[in-house]
């Protein structure tokens, strides 16, 4: 029997992304290592489920040695599977990413990345998604994979406190400019939306979503200011999403 | 010059479904009503936006003298379409629903038409989800509407919390029968996910998604506690996901 914990790894990218590559080869080092992942990129699917269609699933090869499945749902379709019909108990650890691209601040609510890790967690499993800045397809992961090293290990040493994933941020630096890791707020942000129209060849118009990121937030607490000064950063997250502080102004209300 | 507030009417059921309608039908009574949603059903889809492919948007007929649109993505991406493409300003009031179904609890991350309200206080309109805990096509909404106009009144007079929506569950009751309205937190429950194994006429299996909901939660506080009893609960919600009561213990960790 082994000791080794075992550590289901998914992501948003599609099973073939270089950043999952990169995060099973840091987990290998930590644990035995399951995969599973959607079969296509799932980006910005948000906490997304599939419940109109059934679901594919097919074992799959993935750099060698490793369990993989890849399947045709969301994010945390993926974090369902593993549980209830691969593992049939829950893993030690559940992580997902390497993102490419970042999910700090208000990207977290986008996030097919962060929904599975949030998925983990609502199931119960220690839980972390990870991020690096740079949305390149041969983006340098050698940086981060030694952060999703160090951080993993310390959920795997301390647990995490009940109800609660991280959200890790890694700038586009190598190790060694990197000054270190912050645990911080989410920062105040919105997307700011803008629509490329355009017109078909048959002239009817059509939309594509793009938009410009707009910090609202000076605080030096917060993820986008550690990030902007070369530090990686750890956003505990929570998914009781009451506005607690909101209740007793509600209660004076007459309804 | 109209005094009458701008109501944006969305949903995730889609711009058919009965639970709109009604919703359309309440508005009315408060303000100019302006319909953006889906045109097909859009549940479970979480916050998830639609990046990979352009959208579509037609200008179409919602029960008379009533402008609406209905669009190829998903209920964020209505919202957005809304403000940017339609409006081209922010509406006073952003409303979505009345789903068919429950969005309590931990429905809220699953939700489309709570994600859709999320995304209507991100950009900073208020915004309030509705839900009638009923799935049937011929549910009857009439109670739903009395209480949408009621809350929806109260957030004209009061505005809300700065980055505050409201997650509102309607009973399935008849008006003399729901005992009140309740200002509730979010219970701790979770899906107990199963899947339905099935083969296809090749032998191929696939896997339909169900599950169970488990209220793991006792308190009398919880919108679980208030739906169970005959009351509306009505949950104030937030986007900052950090748990901040986490940080200063991550904080003592060696990274």
């Given at each position: 029997m082994s000791k080794r914990p075992t550590i289901l790894v998914t992501n948003d990218?599609?099973?073939?992304a270089p950043g999952i590559r990169a995060l099973v080869e840091a987990m290998k080092t930590l644990g035995d290592v399951v995969v599973v992942a959607p079969d296509s990129p799932q980006s910005a699917m948000g906490h997304a489920i599939t419940i109109s269609k059934p679901l594919r699933m097919y074992k799959t090869e993935v750099h060698g040695e490793v369990l993989g499945y890849q399947c045709s749902g969301t994010p945390v379709d993926c974090v369902k599977l593993a549980v209830n019909k691969i593992l049939h108990r829950l893993p030690d650890l559940c992580v997902s990413g390497i993102n490419h691209g970042s999910n700090s601040s208000i990207n977290v609510i986008y996030s097919g990345t962060m929904s599975a890790a949030m998925e983990g967690a609502i199931e119960g499993i220690p839980s972390i998604g990870f991020s690096l800045l740079n949305y390149a397809q041969d983006a340098d992961f050698s940086a981060a994979k030694e952060i999703a090293i160090k951080v993993a290990s310390e959920v795997l040493k301390n647990g995490l406190p009940k109800d609660t994933l991280l959200n890790v941020n890694i700038p586009n630096l190598s190790s060694e400019n990197i000054k270190g890791i912050k645990i911080c707020r989410q920062a105040r942000a919105k997307w700011e939306e803008k629509f490329d129209e355009r017109k078909d060849p048959h002239g009817q118009p059509y939309y594509w979503l793009t938009g410009q990121f707009i910090n609202m937030d000076k605080g030096e607490d917060t993820d986008e200011w550690a990030l902007a000064n070369g530090y990686v950063s750890i956003v505990p997250v929570q998914f009781d999403l009451t506005a607690h502080h909101a209740v007793s102004l509600l209660n004076q209300w007459e309804l």
């Amino acid at each position: 029997m082994s000791k080794r914990p075992t550590i289901l790894v998914t992501n948003d990218d599609g099973i073939t992304a270089p950043g999952i590559r990169a995060l099973v080869e840091a987990m290998k080092t930590l644990g035995d290592v399951v995969v599973v992942a959607p079969d296509s990129p799932q980006s910005a699917m948000g906490h997304a489920i599939t419940i109109s269609k059934p679901l594919r699933m097919y074992k799959t090869e993935v750099h060698g040695e490793v369990l993989g499945y890849q399947c045709s749902g969301t994010p945390v379709d993926c974090v369902k599977l593993a549980v209830n019909k691969i593992l049939h108990r829950l893993p030690d650890l559940c992580v997902s990413g390497i993102n490419h691209g970042s999910n700090s601040s208000i990207n977290v609510i986008y996030s097919g990345t962060m929904s599975a890790a949030m998925e983990g967690a609502i199931e119960g499993i220690p839980s972390i998604g990870f991020s690096l800045l740079n949305y390149a397809q041969d983006a340098d992961f050698s940086a981060a994979k030694e952060i999703a090293i160090k951080v993993a290990s310390e959920v795997l040493k301390n647990g995490l406190p009940k109800d609660t994933l991280l959200n890790v941020n890694i700038p586009n630096l190598s190790s060694e400019n990197i000054k270190g890791i912050k645990i911080c707020r989410q920062a105040r942000a919105k997307w700011e939306e803008k629509f490329d129209e355009r017109k078909d060849p048959h002239g009817q118009p059509y939309y594509w979503l793009t938009g410009q990121f707009i910090n609202m937030d000076k605080g030096e607490d917060t993820d986008e200011w550690a990030l902007a000064n070369g530090y990686v950063s750890i956003v505990p997250v929570q998914f009781d999403l009451t506005a607690h502080h909101a209740v007793s102004l509600l209660n004076q209300w007459e309804l």
